[in-house]
């Protein structure tokens, strides 16, 4: 916990008015937030034994805050909707979650200020804003557990607005009570949960809050936020039973009642439910840890649209010796990943690939093998590693990288189909070369634009077949398209077939396609894929 320097030069407080003083107060905040979070976050991830003891709030809060500060340069009026969007989305874990959703609400409120809170003095709006922030995670968390982020907010909230009744125009007296009851409330948290009691440290969201108030302190003209150093800490046994995942996805243009089925839904599957963003944002970011990720995913479709799906093993049984990270183009293809026993990320438009492989990279143990599944990221995937490479960790063991030449995401099904965790890093990787290459890929699109092709020219409208990155058929009509494919790549010779079916694809076209197939190739394998891929209603591999 940070405390005030013996020697601190007296300090000159801000005065938050309702003109320009709020914006560079609020923008301060922010931007110090992030340092001091930044700073503290090995300390932070040190203390992590609750909900999973798995040493990554702080990580998460680092970057959700520098997510948010990335994505706005300069907090003002016209910014507040730009800060609201880039906190749902920028959030990462359920402290991360937790804490965009704080942010996000002094944003609202300062957007559409409440009479009090307009006319009110320095003190007060202080006091008004954490009793905002802490009732705004209150709500975002499905299951309000004592001893965490949650209780040390509500203290903290509770002390402004006493001090805020005797000092209503003293805003840094305000946040200095806040602060004194942040830490108090802080080192209550072993006595209101038992795991933190047994593993002996204060909850690490709670103590990320205190480093909140701590930098509103300063910012407001007090004492200097210092950043956690870690400590030795006595971590809880992992679980040998099944393993947990946490899942997260933003949701994007879902129905307010939607949201509402959706976190008692989560409820019901999991727990550590947290969903932001629910007030008209027009996107809300969803959180839960459950032991079968893909009911999580598909209690969300149909709502709106999906992007940034993230999905974490939580308690291994065992510390892999290598991950395999898949870079997917739909959920069903990332739950097929899964399945697998591979990390998926998920390409959706809205996170570029690459920073998503960096933090999946951050997150993977042991060795590592990399499935890009597409020629941009097998590109981005060579220099991400050659970067690595040249940069080795020194706290940590060196550990090998590998990335599959693979280009289409049937070729990552096939490697991972062969990979045997068992094996030795080489071995491995060359058996899933090996599958790769011998996975002959096709698709199925339809044309956006006038486009000229090796099959000639095609206009909006039009089907086109895609054979090893070729377009080689155009079409009126979507079966005959897709089964020229199909045969295509059948003359070839091959055992399986695998159809991996688009969001939009009818699913009639599986089931013609199949029968066709097995007409042609008697004793074919074929196996059918709900991949959920936006751009391709169909994707083709034969091996």
């Given amino acids: 916990m940070s405390e005030s320097p013996q020697s601190a030069p007296a300090p000159t407080p ?3 008015s309702a003109g320009s003083g709020v914006w560079e107060v609020f923008d301060a905040w922010l931007r110090r937030a992030s340092e001091v979070i930044g700073a503290s976050t090995e300390a ?9 003891s798995d040493a990554d709030t702080g990580s998460n809060l680092q970057l959700t805050l520098a997510g948010i500060a990335r994505a706005v340069p300069d907090v003002n009026r016209a910014s507040m909707d730009a800060v609201v969007q880039a906190a749902i989305l920028s959030a990462h874990g359920s402290s991360g979650a937790i804490v965009a959703e704080m942010f996000s609400s002094v944003c609202r409120s300062l957007q559409h200020p409440t009479a009090g809170l307009a006319g009110a003095g320095t003190g007060h709006r202080i006091a008004l804003l954490l009793r905002t922030v802490a009732d705004a995670a209150h709500r975002a968390v499905a299951q309000p557990v004592a001893g965490t982020i949650l209780t040390v907010a509500a203290d903290a909230a509770r002390a402004a607005e006493g001090a805020a009744r005797t000092s209503p125009e003293n805003g840094l007296a305000v946040a200095r009570a806040a602060q004194a009851e942040a830490r108090l409330a802080l080192q209550r948290t072993p006595d209101q949960l038992d795991v933190l009691a047994e593993a002996g440290v204060v909850d690490a969201g709670g103590q990320a809050y205190a480093l909140l108030v701590d930098a509103l302190v300063e910012v407001l003209g007090g004492e200097p936020a210092l950043p956690l150093t870690a400590g030795e800490t006595a971590r809880p046994a ?3 039973g099944d393993p947990e995942y946490e899942v997260m996805y933003a949701l994007h243009d879902a129905a307010p009642e939607a949201l509402v089925a959706l976190r008692e839904k989560l409820s019901d599957l999991g727990h550590s439910v947290v969903v932001v963003g629910e007030s008209g944002a027009g996107v809300a970011q969803v959180h839960v840890h ?3 990720p893909g009911a999580a995913v598909e209690a969300a479709l149909g709502l709106g649209r999906l992007s940034q799906v993230r999905i974490t093993v939580l308690e291994p049984t065992e510390a892999p010796t290598r991950t395999v990270v898949a870079v997917v183009a739909g959920a069903g293809l990332a739950r097929a990943a899964l399945a697998a026993g591979a990390v998926p990320v998920l390409v959706d438009g809205d996170e570029p690939v690459l920073n998503a492989l960096v933090q999946a990279l951050g997150r993977a143990e042991g060795d590592v093998v990399i499935l890009p599944n597409d020629m941009e990221t097998l590109e981005a995937a060579h220099h991400l590693v050659a970067r690595r490479r040249a940069a080795p960790r020194p706290s940590r063991p060196a550990r090998r990288m590998a990335v599959i030449p693979t280009v289409a995401q049937v070729q990552g099904l096939a490697a991972l189909a062969v990979h045997e965790p068992e094996a ?7 058996a899933m070369s090996a599958a790769a290459g011998h996975a002959r890929h096709g698709a199925v699109t339809v044309a956006e634009s006038d486009t ?3 099959a000639g020219r095609s206009v909006p409208g039009e089907v086109l077949g895609v054979v090893e990155g070729d ?6 009509r979507l079966v005959e398209v897709a089964w020229r494919v199909v045969e295509r790549l059948l003359a070839g010779g091959g055992e399986l077939l695998t159809l991996v079916l688009g969001a939009d694809a009818p699913l009639a076209l599986a089931d013609e396609l199949t029968h066709r197939s097995r007409e042609q190739a008697a004793g074919l394998e074929i196996q059918v894929i709900d991949g959920g891929q936006a751009r391709y209603l169909l994707l083709v591999g034969v091996e």
């Fill in 14 to 16: 801000r005065t938050l």
């Fill in 44 to 52: 932070l991830n040190a203390l992590n034994v609750f909900p999973i």
């Fill in 238 to 240: 992992r679980s040998t």
């Fill in 290 to 292: 459950l032991g079968e």
């Fill in 424 to 430: 030795d890093f080489d071995t491995a990787v060359a």
């Fill in 452 to 454: 000229r092709t090796m």
């Fill in 471 to 476: 377009f080689v058929e155009i079409g009126d």
